[in-house]
């Protein structure tokens, strides 16, 4: 993107999570962060104009109304496009793939690339960079990544709130378990 392209933003109020920002270039969207989520914004350059008639704020928020009631809504249905590397990019359309209500670790998705690179691994490190760098949270399904170990680790709009949209889908398992230290709390 570059640096004169503007980039608009909404705020989509949620019951179960607060003020979550929609980000959108006029024609996608490029971004959808909880409040103070890590890398918030990271992708855009400069300052969002607010502006809550941008597209596709609209699809957007009847797409997220439809989620929070128990629908499971498909990402496809939305003009995404978040802004990374070629790298992220693969990875983020890994995360399209899971499943509403089911789980994958960082290593399968390592697996899948590594696969489709004619390789015989990848780094699960790597790709959980990847994951927790997803600008378009919930609708880019990163809170469905849980660490080989059942850890619930590295989510970047927190722990508690990964834990809360893997009940919500009926995902949360009894093997699953908040790590007590380690660099992706």
Request: a negative charge.
């Amino acid at each position: 993107m570059k640096s004169n392209d503007a980039i608009y933003s909404t705020i989509y109020e949620s019951e179960a999570f607060g003020p979550i920002t929609l980000a959108s270039d006029g024609r996608n969207l490029v971004g959808l962060w909880l409040e103070g989520q890590k890398y918030y914004a990271a992708t855009v350059v400069g300052e969002m104009i607010p502006n809550d008639d941008a597209a596709p704020f609209a699809q957007t928020r009847e797409w997220l109304d439809r989620y929070f009631a128990g629908q499971r809504p498909d990402p496809a249905e939305l003009p995404l496009a978040p802004l990374g590397s070629a790298f992220r990019q693969r990875v983020w359309e890994k995360l399209l793939e899971i499943p509403y209500g089911l789980t994958c670790t960082y290593g399968d998705i390592a697996t899948a690339l590594a696969r489709e690179d004619g390789k015989e691994k990848m780094s699960a490190q790597a790709v959980g960079g990847a994951v927790g760098h997803n600008p378009i949270s919930i609708i880019i399904p990163c809170h469905r990544v849980v660490g080989s170990n059942g850890s619930l680790t590295g989510y970047a709009g927190g722990i508690d709130k990964k834990v809360r949209l893997l009940e919500h889908e009926g995902a949360l398992s009894e093997d699953f378990f908040i790590p007590t230290k380690g660099t992706a709390l």
